[in-house]
Structure formats: structure tokens, C-alpha cells
Nanobody, 120 residues
Framework: HVQLAESGGGLVQAGGSLRLSCTAS????????MGWYRQGPGKQRGLVAT???????FYGDSVKGRFTISRDNAKNTISLQMNSLKAEDTGVYYCNAQHLLPGMPMDDYWGQGTQVTVSS
């Protein structure tokens, strides 16, 4: 079983920056794609950014050019550097990880979420 622990959320003014981190722990065999999703007030959870084990990244259109996702495979950690934050970036940010055990279907894990609030 894999646990994901997020950190780094908080309150920031529009135009400011925050850095989120997520560390996976537990019995880890092969961690595939990891990423960040967010759920704004009254909205569905949506993709922010993902990164594969080889470093390929994908960003949601609304964060391209402002957010950067990175990964440390040795530490099973991903980070999300968020710059030029806007009020619409407000929400709960969830870490996601796809974990693979040999001969088993891919498992999808979620963190508890960390609140990011951007004041305008």
C-alpha cells in the first residue's frame, strides 16, 4: 500500500508564488506517472500537471507557463512550483500517483489534499 503526503499549501496574494510537494511512502515497487489535480470551489477535480517516471510533463492549459512540475525518483517525491498565481488557482490540490506491482493492475493513489488560496 502506498501513502501520499502533500505539503506547501497556504494563502498567497495574486501574483505570488507557492511550492507544493508530495512524497510517496510505503511499499513502493514501480511508480509510474505522478501528478497534481485541483478542485476549486463548486468545481470538479481537474488536472493541473503530470510527470512520468522518465520526466515527460503535461500541463493543463490554464497553468502552462506559470506552473512547473518536477520529480525526484530516488525520493519518490514530486513538486509543483506555482508562479504568477491567480484567484482562479484557488482550490484543494491533490497529489496522484500510479503504482505498479509485477503482474498486478495499475493502482491509483491520492493524497489528502492541501488548500491553496489566492487572494485578489
Amino acid at each position: 500500500h502506498v501513502q501520499l503526503a502533500e505539503s506547501g499549501g497556504g494563502l498567497v496574494q495574486a501574483g505570488g508564488s507557492l511550492r507544493l510537494s508530495c512524497t510517496a511512502s510505503g511499499v513502493i515497487y514501480t511508480m509510474k506517472t505522478m501528478g497534481w489535480y485541483r478542485q476549486g470551489p463548486g468545481k470538479q477535480r481537474g488536472l493541473v500537471a503530470t510527470i512520468t517516471s522518465t520526466g515527460s510533463t503535461f500541463y493543463g492549459d490554464s497553468v502552462k507557463g506559470r506552473f512547473t512540475i518536477s520529480r525526484d525518483n530516488a525520493k519518490n517525491t514530486i513538486s509543483l512550483q506555482m508562479n504568477s498565481l491567480k484567484a482562479e488557482d484557488t482550490g484543494v490540490y491533490y497529489c496522484n500517483a500510479q503504482h505498479l506491482l509485477p503482474g498486478m493492475p495499475m493502482d491509483d493513489y491520492w493524497g489528502q489534499g492541501t488548500q491553496v488560496t489566492v487572494s485578489s
